[in-house]
């Protein structure tokens, strides 16, 4: 078990900026994450199809669970009991957990009050309630370095409508801060290591909103920022650009839920983010949907059952160094788990990589022509 260090605000390095778009370290106690960096999806404490030594060794440098899903299962009390989220999923590096709101404001039948938010599993049909108090004692229990403050969604077109679950999500965002801060002081006495909480930014795609937002939130003691909700990637940059000019500079900001479309890395950190995380790549991959330099690919596709080539040439990770794309094309032919397993390491070794370049490509000054040589191949 790491023990306190002393590190009462999360440290946030910036090594460089280019316009709203910087290099930087984030320090935890798990270790350092170089930004912009990608941050693997690990809803339920497991990235599906692969191992953490896998994960290690495609690059990746932190991971993020939801909190929904392991209150649901195997809840949070078990995952304390193994030591925290590190001991429990042996991921030893930096790990972000999302609060849940996103998940539980998707169901069906969830019910809102001033409280929280009340709602039926969706493994057993249990009933659970969850506040912004209940989401800061999950969060830190599961113990990941950097949690979400507890948020609404909101889907719709309304100005209203989005209005409302802004100002809903400020107040829960308030009572997130003060639990925070309590949780913050116990484990502090208690010589646990420091875990921190980024705010997160609402509006869905109305400016007035997200400007709205991220003024809102700039003024509290939070350790960094999550920009969540709903928007489109069309116009994403314009968004981007709103809230990234009024959050304070001297702090992280993460993406949520961004990243299969690699422009979105792009547009992304261009504009002043500094991690990103996504379902998408892992999950094409299951599906056979597989990232290259000349777009994406479907493996399963009959043309490619006697292409003895790899699957991307200039890709240096486990799977295009050893098999070519006939095998990964007849592993998905018939249905063989091994097929998951390469297809995901590729996915996700590729956009890991797309952002670890973006870093470099930034800090020797090429990102301009690393974007515009990249964009033009992949969507050509
Ligand atoms: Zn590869």
Same mark, same amino acid.
């Given at each position: 078990?790491?023990?306190?260090?002393?590190?009462?605000?999360?440290?946030?390095?910036? $090594?460089?900026?280019?316009?709203?778009?910087?290099?930087?370290?984030?320090?935890?106690?798990?270790?350092?994450?170089?930004?912009?960096?990608?941050?693997?999806?690990?809803?339920?404490?497991?990235?599906?199809?692969?191992?953490?030594? +896998?994960?290690?060794?495609?690059?990746?440098?932190?991971?993020?669970?939801?909190?929904?899903?392991?209150?649901?299962?195997?809840?949070?009390?078990?995952?304390?009991?193994?030591?925290?989220?590190? +001991?429990?999923?042996?991921?030893?590096?930096p790990s972000f957990t999302d609060s849940g709101g996103f998940q539980i404001f998707s169901l069906p039948d969830v019910k809102l009050s001033e409280e929280g938010a009340s709602f039926k599993s969706h493994i057993n049909g249990d009933k659970f309630m969850m506040t912004?108090?209940?989401?800061?004692?999950?969060?830190?229990?599961?113990?990941? !370095?950097?949690?979400?403050?507890?948020?609404?969604?909101?889907?719709?077109?309304?100005?209203?409508?989005?209005?409302?679950?802004?100002?809903?999500?400020?107040?829960?965002?308030?009572?997130?801060?003060? +639990?925070?801060?309590?949780?913050?002081?116990?484990?502090?006495?208690?010589?646990?290591?420091?875990?921190?909480?980024?705010?997160?930014?609402?509006?869905?795609?109305?400016?007035?909103?997200?400007?709205?937002?991220?003024?809102?939130?700039?003024?509290?003691?939070?350790?960094?920022?999550?920009?969540? /909700?709903?928007?489109?990637?069309? /116009?994403?940059? /314009?968004?981007?650009?709103?809230?990234?000019?009024?959050?304070?500079?001297?702090?992280?900001?993460?993406?949520?839920g961004m990243g299969q479309e690699p422009i979105d890395l792009f547009v992304g950190a261009e504009y002043g983010c500094d991690t990103f995380d996504c379902v998408g790549p892992t999950r094409m991959a299951r599906n056979g949907s597989l990232y290259t330099l000349d /777009?994406?690919?479907?493996?399963?596709?009959?043309?490619?059952?006697?292409?003895?080539?790899?699957?991307?040439? $200039?890709?240096?990770?486990?799977?295009?160094?050893?098999?070519?794309?006939?095998?990964?094309?007849?592993?998905?032919?018939?249905?063989?788990?091994?097929?998951?397993?390469?297809?995901?390491?590729?996915?996700?070794?590729?956009?890991?990589?797309?952002? !670890?370049?973006?870093?470099?490509?930034?800090?020797?000054?090429?990102?301009?022509?690393?974007? $515009? +040589?990249?964009?033009?191949?992949?969507?050509?």
């Amino acid at each position: 078990m790491i023990k306190y260090q002393g590190m009462s605000n999360l440290k946030f390095d910036i $090594e460089k900026r280019q316009g709203l778009a910087r290099v930087g370290v984030i320090h935890t106690a798990h270790g350092d994450i170089k930004t912009p960096a990608f941050v693997g999806a690990a809803t339920r404490a497991t990235v599906k199809a692969l191992t953490m030594k +896998e994960m290690r060794e495609l690059g990746s440098q932190a991971i993020l669970a939801n909190t929904y899903h392991l209150v649901l299962a195997p809840g949070t009390d078990l995952i304390d009991a193994a030591g925290g989220f590190a +001991e429990f999923s042996s991921w030893h590096g930096p790990s972000f957990t999302d609060s849940g709101g996103f998940q539980i404001f998707s169901l069906p039948d969830v019910k809102l009050s001033e409280e929280g938010a009340s709602f039926k599993s969706h493994i057993n049909g249990d009933k659970f309630m969850m506040t912004p108090e209940s989401s800061m004692r999950s969060q830190w229990q599961i113990g990941a !370095d950097i949690h979400m403050a507890f948020d609404q969604l909101a889907k719709s077109d309304k100005h209203e409508d989005m209005l409302r679950a802004m100002e809903q999500t400020h107040r829960w965002l308030d009572r997130c801060v003060a +639990e925070h801060k309590n949780l913050a002081d116990d484990a502090e006495k208690n010589g646990r290591y420091p875990q921190y909480l980024y705010a997160v930014v609402q509006g869905g795609t109305f400016p007035d909103l997200r400007a709205a937002s991220a003024k809102y939130e700039a003024a509290l003691d939070v350790d960094g920022f999550g920009i969540g /909700g709903v928007f489109v990637a069309d /116009g994403m940059d /314009g968004m981007l650009q709103n809230v990234n000019s009024i959050l304070p500079e001297n702090k992280p900001r993460h993406l949520l839920g961004m990243g299969q479309e690699p422009i979105d890395l792009f547009v992304g950190a261009e504009y002043g983010c500094d991690t990103f995380d996504c379902v998408g790549p892992t999950r094409m991959a299951r599906n056979g949907s597989l990232y290259t330099l000349d /777009g994406r690919i479907n493996i399963k596709n009959a043309k490619y059952k006697n292409d003895f080539t790899p699957l991307m040439p $200039e890709c240096d990770c486990e799977c295009c160094q050893n098999y070519t794309r006939a095998y990964l094309h007849h592993l998905f032919r018939i249905d063989e788990i091994t097929a998951k397993v390469l297809a995901s390491i590729h996915n996700e070794h590729f956009v890991v990589s797309v952002v !670890d370049k973006i870093r470099e490509s930034l800090l020797d000054g090429t990102f301009a022509d690393y974007k $515009e +040589e990249f964009l033009k191949r992949y969507y050509k």
